[in-house]
């Protein structure tokens, strides 16, 4: 289907009204204060070891957020968010889709190295009614937090904010540290209105990417999480946010990071104050409770230079941590190096990739560029096209090296195992995290103001946030043939066109 044309399904092409839009709900609205609780996970139906095998439904169907009230979500097997797949390395799996929502749908496995005809690309969307098994297999070496979230064509955003995404822990088959238990954390973003309808995005929420007023923790609004007696613990935290930028603190403690996106980071960094996780990242924490007072686990407020005069996102508190119960004095002990890294091979290929904002004048041609937040908001009213779906502008163009995303066009192409320098650039005055499929890059350095700082440790990523005007360079490498799709990770900027198709032969 092409973007912005209207699904016959859905009641599209109203704009975000006030009958639409209505009255949001009050943060409290959602009980807070309840026990934390893990996510969900998904059943494995295999029955010999080293298999997984599972079906996720994607439905739409009716949850009670706000007591009373019922909430017409988009979800996995019932579940938001959707079940946590718990896979071991090595495992081989084959997860089936059946598609019971009104329009095409996907599941990409975002960060694992899956095989690019098994990745959810949006060409490969599953029609409403069709289900189709995903297959593929865990490295021996991968390790880590992942997602899983539908990637068709112009429709991620609306899917993922109805509820559509869930976590991926994969278990190393021999883990460094000493044992520390473990939380996985799914952070989730949610716009109710009082009324308990999920709204469509609205003109602001497609221009800077959807924030609602509730940021849930595996499901629950600012649970309370216990401590035990032990005193440490490691969380693995998954932004799965559309938009929202996650700037985690724990005021009175500093975290000490052991992981990235990809898995452990070579060497743990102690002291942290804040963590920045971008839509879409991952990282584990290690939290030291000996000897301290419980606090608030929150995002902080992050500018990220939305536009059209958009207030930024406040300050969020995700979860109430009380360390009353914790009588261990003993430092953990960490071993030097978490995870050995080999020096990268050289780049045999260098690639830019620029993003930026403009506008555009008729069919596709794209003209001026760096918007910013210099648009008035008269000006943006001319950008709205009538029968657009749910708001969506149709003048305003997110752009990869000057072009909005085609299904049907090539825009670099890569040799398999080959090593290549990326150097991606932000050439706007917004925030855009930058994700690639099927793989884990290092980052090399980052430049902004004229300044280029390396890296201060190393690990890996497959999604790096770019602020604006900033420039990162990463090194590198697919190792199999086909499509993979590199793309703007606030959702709506995929869904605009932010987006392009690499070609590995
Ligand atoms: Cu998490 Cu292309 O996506
Ligand atoms: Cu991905
Ligand atoms: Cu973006």
Same mark, same amino acid.
């Given at each position: 289907?092409?973007?912005?044309?209207?699904?016959?399904?859905?009641?599209?092409?109203?704009?975000?009204?006030?009958?639409?839009?209505?009255?949001?709900?009050?943060?409290?609205?959602?009980?807070?204060?309840?026990?934390?609780?893990?996510?969900?996970?998904?059943?494995?139906?295999?029955?010999?070891?080293?298999?997984?095998?599972?079906?996720?439904?994607?439905?739409?169907?009716?949850?009670?957020?706000?007591?009373?009230?019922?909430?017409?979500?988009?979800?996995?097997?019932?579940?938001?968010?959707?079940?946590?797949?718990?896979?071991?390395?090595?495992?081989?799996?084959?997860?089936?889709?059946?598609?019971?929502?009104?329009?095409?749908?996907?599941?990409?496995?975002?960060?694992?190295?899956?095989?690019?005809?098994?990745?959810?690309?949006?060409?490969?969307?599953?029609?409403?009614?069709?289900?189709?098994?995903?297959?593929?297999?865990?490295?021996?070496?991968?390790?880590?937090?992942?997602?899983?979230?539908?990637?068709?064509?112009?429709?991620?955003?609306?899917?993922?904010?109805?509820?559509?995404?869930?976590?991926?822990?994969?278990?190393?088959?021999?883990?460094?540290?000493?044992?520390?238990?473990?939380?996985?954390?799914?952070?989730?973003?949610?716009?109710?209105?009082?009324?308990?309808?999920?709204?469509?995005?609205?003109?602001?929420?497609?221009?800077?990417?959807?924030?609602?007023?509730?940021?849930?923790?595996?499901?629950?609004?600012?649970?309370?999480?216990?401590?035990?007696?032990?005193?440490?613990?490691?969380?693995?935290?998954?932004?799965?946010?559309?938009?929202?930028?996650?700037?985690?603190?724990?005021?009175?403690?500093?975290?000490?990071?052991?992981?990235?996106?990809?898995?452990?980071?070579?060497?743990?960094?102690?002291?942290?104050?804040?963590?920045?996780?971008?839509?879409?990242?991952?990282?584990?924490?290690?939290?030291?409770?000996?000897?301290?007072?419980?606090?608030?686990?929150?995002?902080?407020?992050?500018?990220?230079?939305?536009?059209?005069?958009?207030?930024?996102?406040?300050?969020?508190?995700?979860?109430?941590?009380?360390?009353?119960?914790?009588?261990?004095?003993?430092?953990?002990?960490?071993?030097?190096?978490?995870?050995?890294?080999?020096?990268?091979?050289?780049?045999?290929?260098?690639?830019?990739?620029?993003? +930026?904002? !403009?506008?555009? #004048?008729? @069919?596709?041609?794209?003209?001026? =560029?760096?918007?910013? *937040? /210099? $648009?008035?908001?008269?000006?943006?009213?001319?950008?709205?096209?009538?029968?657009?779906?749910?708001?969506?502008?149709?003048?305003?163009?997110?752009?990869?090296?000057?072009?909005?995303?085609?299904?049907?066009?090539?825009?670099?192409?890569?040799?398999?195992?080959?090593?290549?320098?990326?150097?991606?650039?932000?050439?706007?005055?917004?925030?855009?995290?930058?994700?690639?499929?099927?793989?884990?890059?290092?980052?090399?350095?980052?430049?902004?103001?004229?300044?280029?700082?390396?890296?201060?440790?190393?690990?890996?990523?497959?999604?790096?946030?770019?602020?604006?005007?900033?420039?990162?360079?990463?090194?590198?490498?697919?190792? +199999?043939? !086909?499509?993979? #799709?590199? @793309?703007?990770?606030?959702?709506? =900027?995929?869904?605009? *066109? /932010? $987006?392009?198709?690499?070609?590995?032969?």
């Amino acid at each position: 289907m092409s973007q912005g044309s209207p699904s016959p399904q859905m009641p599209h092409g109203m704009h975000a009204t006030a009958a639409q839009g209505g009255q949001l709900a009050p943060s409290d609205a959602i009980p807070s204060g309840r026990p934390f609780v893990p996510p969900a996970t998904l059943k494995n139906e295999a029955t010999q070891p080293g298999s997984f095998k599972a079906t996720l439904v994607a439905t739409s169907a009716k949850v009670e957020l706000i007591p009373g009230v019922a909430t017409q979500a988009w979800v996995y097997n019932g579940q938001l968010p959707g079940p946590m797949i718990e896979l071991q390395a090595g495992d081989q799996v084959e997860i089936t889709l059946e598609n019971h929502l009104p329009e095409p749908t996907s599941i990409h496995w975002h960060g694992l190295p899956v095989p690019p005809d098994q990745d959810g690309n949006p060409s490969a969307a599953v029609a409403p009614g069709e289900s189709r098994a995903y297959h593929f297999r865990i490295p021996e070496d991968v390790e880590g937090l992942y997602w899983y979230h539908p990637h068709p064509h112009g429709q991620s955003s609306e899917q993922v904010y109805r509820g559509l995404a869930g976590a991926i822990r994969v278990h190393a088959k021999h883990d460094a540290l000493p044992p520390i238990p473990e939380r996985v954390l799914t952070l989730t973003d949610l716009r109710l209105t009082a009324d308990g309808t999920i709204p469509e995005d609205d003109m602001m929420d497609w221009m800077n990417g959807r924030e609602g007023q509730f940021v849930l923790v595996n499901g629950l609004n600012r649970p309370g999480l216990r401590f035990d007696t032990a005193g440490y613990e490691r969380w693995h935290v998954l932004n799965a946010t559309n938009a929202r930028y996650l700037q985690l603190a724990l005021p009175g403690h500093t975290f000490t990071l052991l992981g990235t996106d990809g898995g452990r980071i070579e060497q743990a960094q102690s002291g942290l104050p804040e963590v920045l996780l971008a839509p879409a990242q991952r990282v584990e924490l290690l939290i030291d409770a000996t000897g301290r007072p419980g606090s608030t686990f929150m995002a902080k407020a992050y500018a990220r230079g939305k536009m059209g005069g958009a207030g930024e996102a406040p300050t969020v508190p995700l979860m109430q941590v009380d360390f009353s119960a914790v009588h261990n004095q003993q430092p953990v002990s960490l071993p030097q190096t978490l995870r050995p890294f080999q020096s990268l091979p050289q780049a045999s290929a260098q690639k830019r990739v620029v993003m +930026s904002e !403009g506008m555009s #004048m008729g @069919h596709g041609m794209a003209a001026g =560029h760096a918007m910013g *937040g /210099m $648009m008035a908001a008269g000006t943006m009213g001319m950008m709205h096209e009538g029968g657009m779906p749910g708001g969506r502008p149709s003048m305003m163009q997110f752009m990869l090296n000057g072009k909005t995303f085609d299904m049907r066009r090539t825009d670099l192409t890569s040799s398999a195992g080959a090593w290549e320098d990326w150097e991606i650039a932000n050439d706007s005055d917004m925030d855009h995290p930058f994700h690639i499929h099927g793989t884990q890059f290092a980052v090399l350095e980052r430049t902004i103001n004229g300044h280029t700082a390396q890296e201060p440790f190393r690990a890996w990523y497959d999604t790096v946030n770019l602020k604006p005007q900033e420039t990162v360079r990463i090194r590198v490498m697919q190792s +199999s043939k !086909g499509i993979r #799709m590199f @793309h703007c990770h606030i959702l709506e =900027h995929e869904d605009l *066109g /932010m $987006m392009g198709r690499l070609e590995v032969t």
